[in-house]
């Protein structure tokens, strides 16, 4: 199958990925272009011109390593434009029993979205059922070629802002490069990441960016919740450059260099201030960023207990984005501090393989099964691939 192509708009930096399958469901990347930018925060974008900059940068940077001409992406939409509906429908087949067709499929989605109101100023982006439900019993499988006289199911619907869509859209204009679909971001990390097993009841994906942290919950192959924080890299960095007086590059430095629950003993190290260098103790460090660390975990148990997610019961749980994980021990200090299991499972790759470019890599994951799906039409049975979850989507994409 042919190239395809990503955005991945991030709170910090725009990727693009060019890449293709490889067998055994493997992802060869041809080309990638990462640019920073002033990034969003509260579902608003920080400065139009820097993120026009770095996404026509990325593009050309994409193109030019790959030497692929780019023509269509695939936009990535964070949780912060986007709006989720869940909604459930039952129809009928007929006067008597019958085998699913296809077609019923696509009339139970387009019954469940008459039954919720658009939000206004938003398009919708993709449906996805969570559940299907046949004569009383409950199942994630497509019940095609199933006989009955009745079909149920809960339908995931997420809609996608018009002006953020627009927005990106102008910027990728200037280079003749259209928009072929959106998919939510959390939803291509959550297929990537999470295994199909672990989706039977409701798994977590928390995703720790730079401006912002995303909670997605996901059951079977849908997002049924998602909840955004205010907390992210970058104000792990900035508690460092106000409690030091330090400046925010050199506080960056330090977080990243910063190991959780190591012992520093009485070490320290020089940072740079607005009037020269200073030396800071590891002690000092430890405190500022175990203290916001403990911060986030508490905001965490808060919002997922009100996506009614009962942590008690030890759901599965992952962790992604490089607001955190790039910073070492992150992950142990956060399953303590979050009394959960937490793991990361990002797929390893030549390069690109750190956390934050999770959430453009599954993107790309997704898209290419999609495709590849598509292509080979029935898949055999014993495919645990994602394309065998990308089976269940129905109505997945909307231009």
């Known amino acids: 199958m042919r190239p395809a192509a990503v955005l991945d708009v991030g709170s910090s930096k725009i990727v693009c990925l060019c890449g293709s399958l490889l067998g055994k469901g493997g992802v060869v990347v041809h080309g990638a272009g990462i640019c920073p930018y002033v990034g969003y925060a509260d579902g608003a974008f920080l400065g139009k ?84 439900m046949v004569d009383g019993v409950t199942s994630a499988e497509v ?96 508690d460092l450059a106000f409690g030091l007086n330090v400046s925010q590059d050199a506080a960056e430095q330090a977080k990243r260099r910063f190991v959780f629950s190591l012992d520093y003993a009485d070490k320290s190290e020089v940072l740079r201030t607005p009037d020269g260098s200073k030396r800071v103790s590891y002690a000092a460090l430890s405190y500022i960023l175990e203290a916001r660390a403990m911060d986030l975990a508490a905001l965490l148990r808060k919002e997922i207990e009100k996506l009614h997610v009962n942590l008690d019961a030890r759901p599965a749980a992952y962790l992604s984005g490089g607001g955190l994980l790039m910073m070492r021990g992150s992950l142990d200090f956060m399953k303590r501090a979050l009394h959960l299991g937490l793991k990361r499972d990002m797929p390893w790759t030549p390069r690109l393989s750190t956390p934050n470019y999770c959430s453009a890599f599954g993107a790309l994951d997704f898209v290419l099964q999609a495709g590849k799906s598509e292509e080979e039409g029935e898949l055999p049975e014993n495919d645990d691939s994602a394309s065998k979850v990308l089976k269940k989507l129905t109505n997945f994409l909307t231009k």
């Open 143 to 238: 019940p095609e070629g199933i006989v009955t006289d009745e079909l149920s199911g809960l339908i995931s619907h997420m809609f996608v802002r018009e002006d953020y869509v627009k927005t990106i859209a102008s910027s990728l204009d200037d280079i003749g490069v259209e928009i072929s679909m959106c998919i939510n971001a959390q939803l291509g990390e959550a297929v990537m990441l999470i295994p199909e097993t672990e989706r039977v009841r409701p798994a977590l994906l928390i995703d720790v960016g730079y401006r912002q942290t995303d909670i997605g919950v996901v059951e079977n192959a849908a997002l049924t919740a998602l909840a955004t924080l205010p907390v992210g890299g970058y104000h792990f960095a900035a």
């Open 49 to 132: 011109d820097s993120l026009h900059e770095a996404i026509v940068a990325a593009v050309e940077k994409t193109e030019q390593e790959s030497r692929i001409r780019i023509r269509d992406v695939a936009l990535t939409v964070p949780a912060s434009f986007t709006v989720l509906t869940l909604s459930d429908a039952t129809i009928t087949l007929g006067p008597r029993p019958r085998r699913t067709l296809p077609g019923d499929l696509d009339r139970l989605i387009a019954v469940s979205l008459k039954k919720i109101r658009k939000p206004e100023g938003y398009v919708l982006m993709h449906s996805t059922p969570v559940f299907f």
